[in-house]
């Protein structure tokens, strides 16, 4: 039997799991984020370290300081999800800027964020989290907001999760696929299943089982599987 509830949690670890991502690797990702965010001159000016996790709660944490070597700010943080939320403050609390929703990034405030040379240094900074997990989302999101989203607005939305902390996103487009593999191994074709998925806008009501056969939608779920494979590898 199809379990909404047994779904989200499978889904949940998979997001979870994929927070182990090296962080080295995540430093990568946190450049890119610079890149995309403010321009690609801006990344040489911010100096990312890793460090370990808080000691005393075992919780995430990232710390502001100085530039050195010819950089002007230091970030440090023991994920990449750590790193990118000492650049939101940064941009916050130093250069009075903000990161918002918005299309095509119209909800990003960063008119008062200097030229890369004239970045002002951040005062010492060292915050942790007060929780071990920060999540985003329910099942309806992926109906009302973001049923027709490119990879490029996952992209942003990626972007502004990393931004705010969130570690633990629930990662639901292009579930259809999981299921229907699932059927096909008790032996369902895309034919007895095909009448049986909504279209993308009422996914969340098919997870909650209580119509079908609305809209068209195809069963393997090809139309989103790109896109997924492109959300799950962009892994602060």
Known sequence: MHSVGSTCLLILLFSCLAAAKNVHQSIDS??????RLLGASYVPAFSLEVIPADAATGNDVFELDAGSNGTRVTIRGNTGV?????????LKYTVNASIGWGRNGSGNQLSSVPKPAALPAPAATRVVSP?????LYNVCTYGYTT???????????????ALWGINLPLAFIGQELVTTQFYHSLGLTDDDLVGWYSGPAFLPWYEYCPFFDCGVLRPDGVERVPVRVCVCARVY
């Not at 790193?83 to 940064?90: C, I, K, P, Q, V």
């Open 131 to 135: 929780v071990k997990f920060r999540y």
């Open 82 to 90: 750590s790193l990118a939320s000492g650049l939101n403050w940064y």
């Open 147 to 161: 049923a027709f989203w490119s990879w490029e607005e996952w992209q942003r939305e990626i972007d502004r999760m």
């Open 30 to 35: 946190v450049q890119g984020l610079i890149g």
